[in-house]
């Protein structure tokens, strides 16, 4: 059967989804792990180097399972390293050559090793290098290595113990602080006992902050408060599934929106984790109460985060908030057209190029243009017979000046449709202009300028780029794709019209594909398309929804339309630029393959 068949008919039916979302008892399981009920496996390991990917072998192999506070088991061995142990090693360990001559090769000590810890949470003092040199070595001998969750004592002592109580955090200074039974002198299996004691003074340690499960100790931070902590329970009622979650305070007001894989696990982290945006932790001192909102994959989780975020505009979102500020650069439609910056897109049968993330970068794009075409940049609506005064860039053959009747309608709009192919199409007369400016101010050494020129074309580029790219998905009626889910069996499949995402589904394996799709389509949101590049949805929505289409993997079922970009759009000329920005050099000619000055002084 299937299952998380969704549609997204509109914020309106997301916000319902959230209400209909209720608080439910939840199990132990869920509310995490209680530490006296795991069992550690806490592992110590002798080396004759720090390094096992550089050569170095394990020489003695050292362990305590225990579990609520009881010793349940203990492992050691010696390892042969078939190699000679260096002599300060030897000092150090007090390990000689001699008493491994018979021990066991780390082909025999591993695997028995890995069955005395199986089922267990791995724990190690500095575990990325005792827990590194046990999967190198069962990757290198072809045992499959067991999904252990690892607890690292230094890391976790490096939060809680103070500089007052202990110079550092090695092994040796926190076995004093905690009185440790057994005092480490670099043999594994003492080492390994004294782990354990530092392991259950920190344990006893975190439990009068409110740390009671291993969830929370794997999470732990100084800089959580106990106050964050005690609002760990406003995630119980959240499902382990992706999804959108929303913050709110007190008056229900809407304070964050995310998005998660696992809504449980990621809220709780607010709760339970170290935050480093300061933001964040005021957030979270607001919330009162925390809306989750399933989702069948995790594209329309993307999508429906963004749709949210620009409906509710939370104060803790940066991004996202106001779609409807995008800045785009306009041809108008007039007897003499121009080029115009505005903010909405009108059913004018304009062109309209961007969005642009700033007036700056718009600017530069719309400069890069009238170094190319003369057209007017003068600004308001021109009668078919004006009979105005020339301005100064007409003095300097800058403009075809239809002010003063320099021109006729007929050639002048032979160089706006020129504008309107660059824009739209091919970008080479512009990307030509540009780069003979580049190149001329390049030999007089006028860097400066010419890097000037050089962000313009590079503004230039990415907006019609940009619009190329959303046009060629926005002008289908309907795109069906599927894609292999990367954790799972199943498929997530998705419908999308005019760029907008109109159904979201998961097939289960063993359901019947053509019926599910079908289905699938029938049920999603009906889509009528408006004007301009994003018809129907916003333009972060349809490059969120190109990006998942792009993704290796996707397999289209059905397209309704032509999904195509120009051949010699401005996506072949953003690469070469790219790369001339990254190496400090201008652009080269399209039709050229001769590198031109670099566009930066050189050093003297």
């Known amino acids: 059967m299937s299952v998380g068949r969704r549609t997204l008919p509109g914020m309106s039916a997301v916000e319902v989804a959230a209400d209909r979302i209720r608080p439910v008892q939840a199990s132990f399981d869920e509310l995490g792990r209680p530490l006296r009920e795991v069992t550690f496996c806490v592992v110590?390991?002798?080396?004759?180097?720090?390094?096992?990917?550089?050569?170095?072998?394990?020489?003695?192999?050292?362990?305590?399972?225990?579990?609520?506070?009881?010793?349940?088991?203990?492992?050691?061995?010696?390892?042969?390293?078939?190699?000679?142990?260096?002599?300060?090693?030897?000092?150090?360990?007090?390990?000689?050559?001699?008493?491994?001559?018979?021990?066991?090769?780390?082909?025999?000590?591993?695997?028995?090793?890995?069955?005395?810890?199986?089922?267990?949470v791995l724990v190690?003092?500095?575990?990325?290098?005792?827990?590194?040199?046990?999967?190198?070595?069962?990757?290198?001998?072809?045992?499959?290595?067991?999904?252990?969750?690892?607890?690292?004592?230094?890391?976790?002592?490096?939060?809680?113990?103070?500089?007052?109580?202990?110079?550092?955090?090695?092994?040796?200074?926190?076995?004093?602080?905690?009185?440790?039974?057994?005092?480490?002198?670099?043999?594994?299996?003492?080492?390994?006992?004294?782990?354990?004691?530092?392991?259950?003074?920190?344990?006893?340690?975190?439990?009068?902050?409110?740390?009671?499960?291993?969830?929370?100790?794997?999470?732990?931070?100084?800089?959580?408060?106990?106050?964050?902590?005690?609002?760990?329970?406003?995630?119980?009622?959240l499902p382990h599934a992706p999804g959108v979650y929303l913050f709110r305070d007190e008056r229900g007001q809407v304070l964050y929106i995310g998005t998660s894989k696992d809504l449980r696990v990621r809220v709780r982290s607010y709760f339970t984790a170290s935050e480093t945006r300061s933001r964040m932790g005021e957030m979270v001192g607001l919330a009162a109460h925390v809306d989750g909102i399933t989702c069948a994959t995790p594209l329309e989780a993307e999508v429906a985060e963004l749709r949210l975020i620009a409906e509710h505009k939370p104060r803790y979102n940066r991004r996202s908030r106001h779609p409807e500020r995008a800045l785009w650069l306009k041809l108008t439609v007039e007897p003499w057209p121009r080029l115009s910056l505005v903010r909405q897109v009108l059913d004018d049968d304009a062109c309209y190029v961007g969005p642009f993330s700033a007036r700056r970068v718009a600017e530069r794009a719309m400069a890069a243009v009238h170094d190319a075409f003369p057209i007017r940049q003068c600004s308001g609506r021109l009668p078919r017979r004006p009979s105005r005064t020339a301005c100064v860039l007409a003095e300097m053959n800058r403009c075809m000046s239809p002010c003063d009747g320099s021109t006729d309608v007929e050639t002048y709009s032979v160089a706006v449709e020129g504008v309107r192919r660059s824009l739209l199409a091919d970008p080479r007369p512009v990307v030509a202009a540009v780069t003979t400016h580049m190149s001329a101010l390049a030999e007089r050494e006028r860097y400066e300028d010419a890097e000037v020129h050089r962000d313009r074309l590079g503004a230039f580029l990415r907006g019609t780029g940009r619009l190329q790219r959303l046009s060629s998905l926005t002008q289908c009626a309907q795109v069906v794709?599927?894609?292999?889910?990367?954790?799972?069996?199943?498929?997530?499949?998705?419908?999308?019209?005019?760029?907008?995402?109109?159904?979201?589904?998961?097939?289960?394996?063993?359901?019947?594909?053509?019926?599910?799709?079908?289905?699938?389509?029938?049920?999603?949101?009906?889509?009528?398309?408006?004007?301009?590049?994003?018809?129907?949805?916003?333009?972060?929505?349809?490059?969120?929804?190109?990006?998942?289409?792009?993704?290796?993997?996707?397999?289209?079922?059905?397209?309704?339309?032509?999904?195509?970009?120009?051949?010699?759009?401005?996506?072949?000329?953003?690469?070469?630029l790219e790369t001339a920005m990254r190496s400090g050099a201008s652009l080269l000619p399209f039709d050229e393959r001769r590198h031109l000055a670099t566009v930066h002084q050189p050093a003297r």
């Not at 976790?156 to 090695?170: F, I, K, N, Q």
């Open 124 to 237: 190690a003092h500095n575990a990325p290098f005792d827990v590194g040199f046990l999967r190198h070595f069962a990757t290198l001998l072809g045992h499959p290595w067991p999904s252990f969750e690892v607890l690292d004592t230094a890391r976790l002592a490096r939060r809680v113990v103070t500089r007052d109580e202990a110079a550092d955090c090695r092994l040796a200074t926190l076995a004093t602080l905690f009185r440790a039974g057994t005092t480490p002198n670099h043999r594994a299996l003492e080492d390994a006992r004294a782990t354990v004691d530092v392991l259950h003074g920190l344990i006893e340690r975190l439990g009068s902050l409110g740390v009671h499960t291993l969830e929370e100790l794997q999470t732990f931070s100084s800089r959580v408060t106990s106050a964050q902590r005690r609002k760990r329970h406003l995630a119980e009622h």
């Open 481 to 576: 794709a599927a894609r292999r889910s990367p954790d799972g069996d199943g498929w997530e499949v998705h419908v999308v019209r005019y760029g907008r995402l109109a159904a979201a589904g998961y097939l289960q394996p063993g359901t019947g594909p053509q019926a599910f799709v079908s289905g699938l389509v029938a049920a999603a949101e009906t889509v009528v398309a408006g004007p301009g590049p994003a018809p129907a949805a916003s333009v972060t929505e349809t490059e969120t929804v190109l990006r998942w289409l792009e993704t290796e993997g996707v397999r289209l079922i059905e397209v309704v339309g032509t999904w195509s970009c120009p051949v010699d759009g401005a996506g072949r000329h953003v690469g070469s």
């Open 44 to 120: 110590d390991l002798e080396t004759t180097g720090g390094s096992a990917a550089a050569g170095s072998m394990v020489t003695e192999i050292g362990a305590v399972k225990v579990r609520g506070g009881e010793v349940q088991g203990e492992f050691q061995t010696l390892v042969n390293p078939s190699t000679p142990i260096p002599p300060f090693i030897a000092v150090l360990t007090g390990i000689t050559d001699a008493m491994v001559a018979s021990a066991p090769a780390i082909g025999s000590a591993l695997p028995s090793f890995l069955e005395f810890a199986s089922g267990s």
